[in-house]
């Protein structure tokens, strides 16, 4: 039955659509009573806590087959695209490097592009991402390791959407939902970097650069 879900930490519209049997996220993204969620969010994988996403019922394919027979139907599981851009601290890419992606039960293994880029198809239903990049090919002790929760980045206008791209970006920054000291010195230090003009606020300019600089 159609029903109206309330976002929760950690959903994505993918995570909402395979849990109750959907083949394509955009079935429900693309449906006409989410319309004011689309122009809010945007992003169908950036939701927010509270967000209401309408969910519509499912439509039934139909097969004629003939009696007494033995069919086979094979149902492709749908895949998500997972994107990592992989700098150092001087903001240096991390070109050409292997790379080992484990999510979903799943290990994928290749090299990140010239742009420090890893670009790979993952399981649907996976929630969480180990990444391990080897800067010095061959050199075990060089290896880095990320562990990425999908669906826990929320939206970049919200106080928890910038707090969590700054502490991504490797600036002192607790997600606390709160504009304290401790965010605004994050934010002094970003805009500084970033050659914004310093106010220690989260004015458009400086959401503007993250989003482009983080997403």
């Known amino acids: 039955m ?13 995570s909402i659509a395979f849990a109750r049997g959907f083949l394509r996220w955009q079935t429900i993204w693309e449906h006409a009573q989410n319309a004011g969620l689309r122009e809010q969010r945007k992003d169908p994988h950036v939701l927010y806590p509270g967000d209401s996403v309408f969910i519509p019922d499912k439509t039934i394919k139909k097969f004629d087959c003939a009696t007494k027979k033995l069919h086979t139907f094979r149902l492709k599981k749908p895949r998500l695209h997972f994107e990592q851009l992989l700098i150092d601290d001087e903001d240096q890419p991390y070109a050409s490097k292997p790379f080992k992606l484990v999510a979903g039960g799943e290990t994928i293994e290749g090299r990140t592009d010239g742009d420090g880029r890893v670009s790979e198809e993952i399981p649907f239903d996976a929630r969480e991402v180990e990444l391990t990049v080897w800067p010095v090919e061959g050199d075990d002790s060089s290896a880095l390791t990320w562990t990425l929760d999908l669906g826990h980045l929320d939206p970049i206008d919200t106080v928890e959407g910038v707090q969590a791209r700054l502490s991504n970006l490797g600036y002192a920054c607790k997600v606390t939902g ?38």
């Open 2 to 14: 159609a029903e109206t879900y309330t976002v929760q930490q950690g959903d994505t519209l993918a």
């Open 178 to 215: 709160s504009l304290d000291d401790e965010t605004k010195d994050a934010l002094r230090a970003y805009q500084g970097d970033q050659g914004l003009q310093v106010t220690g606020e989260i004015d458009e300019s400086t959401k503007s650069r993250l989003a482009q600089h983080h997403d």
